[in-house]
């Protein structure tokens, strides 16, 4: 079973960055595809950005040329590289851990753009 742990949240003004971390611990890190959600009060929680156990990225419109996700391996940890955050990004963001047979959650963090 892998548990995941998400850290690098918080309050930001606008035009600001934050990194996300999800470090992993217990499971085989490699063998699943990591993704970052988020969810806004009220809101559906969606897909914010992927990568894949090869390396493959891919990211929602609202946040392609702002946000990077990236992987080691080495350390069990994907990040997520926010840079000119607006005030729509704010959400509670979910770490997810994906295989065709199971799918692993971490508690969230709260990101907050707000001036």
């Known amino acids: 079973q892998v548990q995941l742990v998400e850290s690098g949240g918080g309050l930001v003004q606008p035009g600001g960055s934050l990194r996300l971390s999800c470090a992993a611990s217990r499971g085989v890190f490699i063998m699943y595809d990591m993704n970052w959600y988020r969810q806004a009060p009220g809101k559906e929680r969606d897909l914010v950005a992927s990568i894949t156990r090869g390396g493959t990225t891919n990211y929602a419109d609202s946040v392609k040329g702002r946000f990077t996700i990236s992987r080691d391996n080495a350390k069990n940890t994907v990040y997520l590289r926010m840079n000119s955050l607006k005030p729509e990004d704010t959400a509670i963001y979910y770490c997810?851990?994906?295989?065709?047979?199971?799918?692993?959650w971490g508690q969230g963090t709260q990101v907050s753009v707000s001036s």
């Open positions: 997810n851990a994906h295989s065709q047979l199971q799918d692993y």
